[in-house]
T-cell receptor, first 113, second 112 residues
Framework: EADIYQTPRYLVIGTGKKITLECSQTMGHDKMYWYQQDPGMELHLIHYSYGVNSTEKGDLSSESTVSRIRTEHFPLTLESARPSHTSQYLC????????????FGDGTRLSIL | GEDVEQSLFLSVREGDSSVINCTYTDSSSTYLYWYKQEPGAGLQLLTYIFSNMDMKQDQRLTVLLNKKDKHLSLRIADTQTGDSAIYFCAESAAGNTGKLIFGQGTTLQVKP
């Protein structure tokens, strides 16, 4: 079973605040991903990483940034939150070999007032 | 470009079989996946099938792949109320990025 953890699970915060969403995995997976998902809707890839010091933009443009200093940790940061950032953010990871399944965390539901 | 399409909603009675359908466009996809998402949760990997297979069965789940028509289906036998969720079909994107292309998700409603 996959071990990938996201914190916080829920966050309600005011406009203009700096936010960091945490994602950690204990499986030693090289590849990690961030998705944005509105409730009940499709997933949009916003960032991914092949490994340490690798970050790439996803298919959906996002004002967020990511870093990958350690294999197990892939935090996502919003420098100045806006109501348009309200959404669910899902983190996933997979092994380095191609076509390996992605394993997901439980997500962070973010609401910007 | 790569695209995955699913019907949006399916309603069945408890004990019946459910069949969720998916079509994809990228014939080079090596793996195809089914994920389940319960309310407020992340995605749970249910099963996946390699593109050189026609069928894969895992307990109540049966995956059928028609590569010629680029059609994938997930059959859930003896559907239970706990199966109510959103089901996402996904194909592996071209290249070695590890990226997945997801469908819009099918909401399965199971009536008692």
């Amino acid at each position: 079973e996959a071990d990938i953890y996201q914190t916080p699970r829920y966050l309600v915060i005011g406009t203009g605040k700096k936010i960091t969403l945490e994602c950690s995995q204990t499986m030693g997976h090289d590849k990690m991903y961030w998705y944005q998902q509105d409730p009940g809707m499709e997933l949009h890839l916003i960032h991914y990483s092949y490994g340490v010091n690798s970050t790439e933009k996803g298919d959906l443009s996002s004002e967020s940034t990511v870093s990958r200093i350690r294999t197990e940790h892939f935090p996502l940061t919003l420098e100045s939150a806006r109501p348009s950032h309200t959404s669910q953010y899902l983190c996933a990871s997979s092994r380095a070999l191609s076509n390996q399944p992605q394993h997901f965390g439980d997500g962070t539901r973010l609401s910007i007032l | 470009g790569e695209d995955v399409e699913q019907s949006l909603f399916l309603s069945v009675r408890e004990g019946d079989s459910s069949v969720i359908n998916c079509t994809y466009t990228d014939s080079s996809s090596t793996y195809l996946y089914w994920y389940k998402q319960e309310p407020g949760a992340g995605l749970q990997l249910l099963t996946y099938i390699f593109s050189n297979m026609d069928m894969k069965q895992d307990q109540r789940l049966t995956v059928l792949l028609n590569k010629k028509d680029k059609h994938l289906s997930l059959r859930i036998a003896d559907t239970q109320t706990g199966d109510s969720a959103i089901y996402f079909c996904a194909e592996s994107a071209a290249g070695n990025t590890g990226k997945l292309i997801f469908g819009q998700g099918t909401t399965l409603q199971v009536k008692p």
